[in-house]
């Protein structure tokens, strides 16, 4: 009885932990908008073309898509159907919250688990889903870093970081991406980790990982790209090679939003005749399009989601 009971207050608590990410989600992204007044960020929307936000808004709700389908490639890999709204729900709901929050497997993991559990999806099964999606966005980075580096002027990577660590970067990505097919390909064996079994899955299931993290990253740069092009004459090929190293760096250091990471690679994208407050526009409009928006309408229709519920068990 005491076991059971503890096992009944550990899913509780990993259910709540979910609303408690939100909250961190939310918490982060005012501490990152804070040091703005209202006038500031409304100049800074206003003095970018309505056309480049509209455009930035499309690629981002097509990017918060890209990432939905994360979770719909993760229950095919599980081996388990459910309807399309609810592992899009859950997808943009858990990246909207991990995106800000950081630690994207434990604070999107707790929003999945909360919400996985009420459709019948076992907490085992949720363990892989949460790992598999990890690793389509590791396949996807490693794939698009390659890309980035040979489409990256070098001083821009330098910019970014040493050539050690850059260097370091384009091995791994090589090597992680020959070896994970290898293991599509040929491995066999299940992996047991903690009680939870993984199989690896097919090389066609892989390349679909590619396809769909690769969609999700190319929106997430094409969002900023809408927004600084009004100032910045720079080449799409150049930009979205800075963007992905400094994206994966930006993951890599568990920096919410890789808030820092941005703001070096745009002080050399930007030319030096450029002003700070030009800069400024583009980093704020970006969070607030990419990061903040999908964050507010998550939350309404996370809690909306949870008032109905809760209405239904009262009747």
């Not at 930007?270 to 970006?286: D, G, K, S």
């Amino acid at each position: 009885m005491l076991i059971k009971n503890k096992k009944r207050f550990f899913k509780k608590l990993i259910s709540w932990s979910g609303l408690f990410f939100f909250g961190l989600a939310a918490f982060m992204i005012y501490r990152q908008l804070a040091k703005y007044t209202l006038v500031e960020i409304k100049d800074a929307i206003i003095a970018v073309p309505n056309k480049n936000i509209f455009y930035a808004c499309v690629a981002s709700f097509l990017g918060y898509m890209a990432l939905s389908s994360y979770d719909f490639l993760a229950l095919k890999y599980i081996k388990h159907k459910l309807a399309t709204w609810k592992w899009i729900f859950a997808g943009f709901i858990g990246f909207a919250v991990s995106n800000n929050a950081g630690h994207a497997i434990v604070s999107g993991g707790a929003i999945r688990y909360r919400l996985y559990t009420r459709w019948r999806v076992q907490a085992a099964e949720i363990v892989k889903m949460v790992m598999f999606s990890g690793f389509t966005y590791l396949v996807a980075c490693c794939f698009l870093v390659m890309l980035g580096f040979f489409l990256s002027p070098g001083h821009l990577l330098a910019s970014i970081s040493s050539p050690l660590i850059n260097w370091s970067l384009m091995i791994f990505s090589i090597g992680g991406l020959i070896f994970y097919l290898w293991v599509c390909a040929y491995y066999k064996k299940p992996i047991i980790i903690k009680e939870v079994e993984f199989n690896a899955p097919s090389v066609k299931m892989a390349i679909a990982q590619m396809i769909i993290g690769s969609a999700d990253i190319l929106m997430a740069s094409l969002v900023l790209y809408f927004v600084m092009e009004s100032y910045v004459d720079i080449p799409f090929v150049t930009f979205i090679g800075a963007f992905i190293v400094a994206q994966v760096l930006g993951v890599y250091s568990q920096v919410p939003g890789g808030l820092g990471v941005f703001e070096l690679v745009f002080t050399n994208l930007m030319p030096e005749e450029e002003n700070q407050a030009n800069l400024f526009a583009i980093l704020v409009l970006y969070r607030i399009i990419y990061y903040l928006l999908p964050l507010v309408i998550s939350g309404i229709v996370l809690f909306s989601y949870e008032i109905r519920l809760a209405r239904r068990k009262k009747k």
